[in-house]
């Protein structure tokens, strides 16, 4: 799988985001993850370091992605 990152704004402070899970993003999520590979969709509430992450789903195939991405009219 090429890393990509897709996302939307869902409003002023959050953004629903398809993408790979840097460590960053990982501490963020304050979730454990097993298998940090492939994509995943989470939301993004605020920006910077005070950003706060849910993980909402593990994303395992290129077609999957394609799907949520269009689905979700993702730039």
């Given at each position: ?15 629903l ?8 993003r ?50």
């Open positions: 799988m090429d890393e990509f990152y897709y996302s939307v704004n869902i409003d002023a402070d959050r953004k985001c398809l993408a790979p899970l840097t460590e960053r990982l501490a963020m999520a304050g979730q454990e993850i097993i298998d940090a590979t492939g994509y995943f969709l989470y939301e993004q509430h605020g920006e910077g370091e005070f950003a706060r992450v849910e993980i909402l789903a593990h994303v395992m195939t290129d077609e999957a992605v394609g799907r949520l991405r269009s689905q979700f009219n993702m730039a």
